[in-house]
């Protein structure tokens, strides 16, 4: 594959204080899906010539895609990866409509899903993986079982959880819950699932969570275009690519608000982006380049002073007016109070008797003086 100039795509970033950039492996020609691997490697799908999985090295990559070619027609367009727990690989061509699986003790991959086995045949566009975590309460039960983004529309548009062994499928939700269809799906570290929808009608995407049991939130409900979707495995603020406008990354604090850009300056389109296990390194796949972001994404959530509300947000966040009421008192505090105004209406009464005591004292002195002079003339 040609090899880009990989420094054309750092140096024009422009990133938050404290972050910096780097090229994991320039060469793919069209990286889309990331996976991150224990070991600090990569697979990444290329939905470009040469189409296929490749894993990425830092400065080196190998072609692992030929094993694909002995199960039928080759990739249309792979467009996500995802590494199971348990080894096994699997990867999403949307265009296709059919999800690849490589089982764990290795051998040649097949086809684990396709539009003959699904309950939306003419219209399985799978182009999102994820895995489910231990609180995602579904009624499937156990965790690690496959949740995938279908962009078939107009009503066969889905998010699918799926048994990893069996390929046992149910819909979590379809059709008009969704205003576009689902393009990339991920979980929060309290288990909670976010959608990226494409771009509808408007020209504007959606962020929405989607609960177990089918209920669509909405969470960014305007986005002025498309892309990855990654959360921080630690502070769970969602980060969300714009991929061919923008070629922006924003972000989002876990509790919602409103959206603010994370990383800008790229040059190329923008297609997935994933963090790493530590939650340390964010890699970014661009036009021929994997790029690795590193910094204190930690303390992101530290940064946002506006108050947040508990609800997800609106169009827009609005800071709640300072409060002009009284504290609120107790029995106790009540009585206190009382006893201070009963305490404080003695001392008033008392220097009013006082008060008269001295006048009258003052005018029955001034009496018997007065007697005085007259007794003297």
Same mark, same amino acid.
């Given at each position: 594959?040609?090899v ?5 795509d $750092? ?10 950039a780097?090229?994991f ?7 889309d899906?990331?996976a991150? /691997? ?17 894993l990425?090295?830092?400065?080196d990559? %190998?072609? &692992?895609?030929?094993? %694909?070619?002995t ?5 249309e ?14 990867v999403a061509d *949307? @265009?296709?409509?059919? $999800? ?16 003959g ?7 399985? #566009?799978?182009f ?8 995602f309460?579904? !009624?499937? *039960?156990?965790s690690?079982?496959l949740? &995938?983004?279908d962009n ?8 699918w959880?799926?048994?990893? #062994? @069996?390929g046992?499928? /149910?819909a979590?939700a379809?059709?008009? =819950?969704?205003s576009?269809?689902p393009?990339? =799906?991920? %979980?929060?570290?309290n288990?909670?699932?976010?959608v ?9 995407? /959606? ?10 939130? !909405?969470?960014?409900? @305007?986005?002025?275009?498309?892309g ?11 980060? %969300?690519?714009?991929d ?15 959206p603010?850009?994370?990383?800008? *300056? ?22 021929? @380049? ?13 940064r ?7 609800a ?18 107790? #029995?106790? #505090? $009540?009585?206190?109070?009382?006893k ?16 008269l005591?001295?006048?009258i004292?003052?005018?029955?002195v001034?009496?018997i ?9």
């Amino acid at each position: 594959p040609e090899v880009v100039d990989k420094e054309t795509d $750092i140096v024009e970033l422009v990133l938050p204080t404290g972050f910096t950039a780097a090229s994991f492996y320039s060469g793919i020609p069209e990286p889309d899906g990331i996976a991150v /691997r224990d070991d600090g490697s990569l697979l990444v799908v290329n939905e470009g010539e040469p189409q296929g999985v490749f894993l990425a090295k830092r400065g080196d990559m %190998f072609n &692992i895609s030929d094993a %694909f070619s002995t199960i039928g027609p080759p990739f249309e367009s792979p467009d996500d990866i995802l590494l199971h727990p348990d080894g096994a690989v699997f990867v999403a061509d *949307g @265009n296709a409509g059919v $999800i690849f699986k490589i089982p764990a003790e290795g051998g040649l991959p097949s086809r684990f899903l396709d539009r003959g086995s699904v309950p939306a045949p003419n219209n399985f #566009s799978p182009f999102g993986l994820a895995l489910s975590p231990p609180k995602f309460h579904s !009624p499937d *039960g156990q965790s690690g079982k496959l949740i &995938i983004a279908d962009n078939g529309f107009p009503d066969k548009m889905a998010v699918w959880i799926v048994d990893p #062994s @069996n390929g046992d499928i /149910r819909a979590i939700a379809m059709g008009r =819950v969704f205003s576009d269809g689902p393009l990339r =799906v991920a %979980f929060s570290p309290n288990g909670e699932l976010f959608v990226y929808q494409n771009t509808g009608n408007d020209g504007m995407s /959606r962020i929405v969570s989607l609960t177990a049991d089918g209920r669509v939130q !909405p969470f960014v409900p @305007n986005v002025p275009d498309r892309g990855g979707l990654t959360i921080h495995p630690l502070t769970g603020n969602v980060y %969300f690519g714009l991929d061919q406008h923008a070629k922006e990354i924003w972000w989002v604090p876990a509790q919602g608000g409103e959206p603010s850009v994370f990383a800008s *300056g790229f040059t190329k389109r923008l297609q997935d982006i994933e963090f790493a296990v530590d939650g340390q390194t964010l890699f970014v796949s661009v036009s021929g @380049n994997v790029i690795e972001i590193t910094g204190p994404f930690h303390e992101l959530i530290s940064r946002v002073t506006a108050d947040v509300p508990e609800a997800h947000p609106s169009d827009t966040v609005v800071e709640p007016p300072p409060t002009t009421s009284k504290p609120r008192l107790d #029995s106790s #505090s $009540i009585k206190k109070e009382e006893k201070k105004m009963e305490g404080g209406a003695t001392t008033i009464v008392v220097s009013l008797v006082l008060v008269l005591l001295l006048l009258i004292t003052g005018l029955y002195v001034t009496d018997i003086l007065a007697t005085r002079e007259r007794g003297r003339s």
